[in-house]
């Protein structure tokens, strides 16, 4: 881990932020939407 802290210090580091992404699908077909968009089962609780 030393080695990658000093790399991303001293040189240059990609990071995958993709996840903090939001969608604020709105109207009747929201759930149609994000039920294609999504693997994830929008029906249940997170």
């Known amino acids: 881990i030393r ?3 000093l790399m991303c210090r001293n040189q240059a ?3 995958n ?3 903090f ?6 109207g009747p077909d929201a759930k149609k ?3 294609w968009l999504f693997t994830a ?3 249940k609780p997170p």
């Open 21 to 26: 992404g939001k969608f604020y699908l709105l």
């Open 41 to 43: 089962d929008i029906n």
């Open 3 to 5: 080695r990658e802290c």
């Open 17 to 19: 932020m993709s996840y």
């Open 33 to 35: 939407a994000a039920n």
């Open 13 to 15: 580091a990609v990071f």
